[in-house]
Nanobody, 127 residues
């Protein structure tokens, strides 16, 4: 059974940093692209960042580029999202996702490319 468990969310002030972690189990971690998505109240779930199987390629939403960094440790079956210079508009539930999709074009930004999702962790940024 594949499981993804996020941790690290919380309440911070604008300008602060947070590091989210995602621990995966149930299938070979290094064989899958990992992504982070977020969903704010009343909005659709949106792409935040993705990293390919080896960790050699990353992709970011324009809204977080330069502030967020995605990483993975295949030896520890974990993925992380380092979030710096947080803004109130970053407030959302953050989800990690795992998927077998081929890294090509913008496919890694599409929710349908991921077949397993975590339960989410709340990030709240106050102004």
């Amino acid at each position: 059974q594949v499981q993804l468990v996020e941790s690290g969310g919380g309440l911070v002030q604008a300008g602060d940093s947070l590091r989210l972690s995602c621990t995966a189990s149930g299938r070979p971690f290094s064989a899958y692209t990992m992504g982070w998505f977020r969903q704010a109240p009343g909005k659709e779930r949106e792409f935040v960042a993705a990293i390919n199987r080896s960790g050699g390629n990353t992709d970011y939403a324009d809204s977080v580029k330069g502030r967020f960094t995605i990483s993975r440790d295949n030896a520890k079956n974990t993925a992380a999202l380092q979030m710096n210079s947080l803004k109130p508009e970053d407030t959302a539930v953050y989800y990690c996702a795992s998927g077998p999709g081929v890294w090509a074009g913008n496919r890694q930004k599409e929710k349908r490319m991921y077949d397993y999702w975590g339960q989410g962790t709340q990030v709240t940024v106050s102004s």
